[in-house]
């Protein structure tokens, strides 16, 4: 069966963002591909198809008031320096983590994992502990390592800062 995307036919800005639209704007977006392509890249990944990874990223998204496709690739275009920045500041954990694993080539990330990467991007971009805080609670992320949301929270907003230019 052939899924008809709802939204090829409309401009950007009125694409209500589901988790349909959402799936299509990230296998066909190039700026979604390039960064996913990157982030896997730099871990020694590959991309995978995953809806359900996707899919969760509706809500999340939602959080930070990203309502349409337009809203997001807006986003994306915004921030995308800083997505590559904090999934490269990122990947040490990751190494850390994997250190007694071996070769990383079977390993994988969702595609939109730039998305994930966005998400932590815009907790963190007003430099607001407790909005990040708040972020990681609500969507419980990082309950299963050993650090607290709220150290999350506030590593984030000071990698964050770390991305501010001088004024």
């Excluded at 983590?97 to 080539?105: E, P, Q, V």
């Amino acid at each position: 069966m052939v899924r008809k995307s709802p939204g090829r036919s409309e401009q950007p800005s009125a694409v209500e963002l589901n988790k349909i639209s959402l799936l299509d704007f990230v296998r066909q977006d190039q700026r979604v591909r390039e960064l996913d392509l990157k982030i896997t890249a730099d871990f020694g990944y590959r991309v995978r198809q995953d809806e359900t990874s996707v899919g969760a990223d509706v809500a999340k998204l939602q959080f930070f008031g990203l309502n349409t496709i337009a809203d997001v690739s807006d986003a994306l275009q915004r921030h995308q320096d800083h997505i590559s920045k904090l999934s490269a500041y990122w990947k040490p954990l990751d190494d850390d983590r994997d250190s007694g694993s071996g070769d990383s080539s079977h390993q994988t990330m969702p595609e939109g994992i730039s998305l994930f990467y966005l998400c932590h991007v815009l907790a963190g971009a007003d430099l607001d502990a407790a909005k990040a805080t708040e972020y990681y609670l609500k969507f419980s992320i990082g309950s299963s390592l050993d650090e607290t949301a709220e150290d999350m929270g506030n590593d984030l907003v000071r990698f964050m800062r770390t991305q501010q230019t001088p004024s």
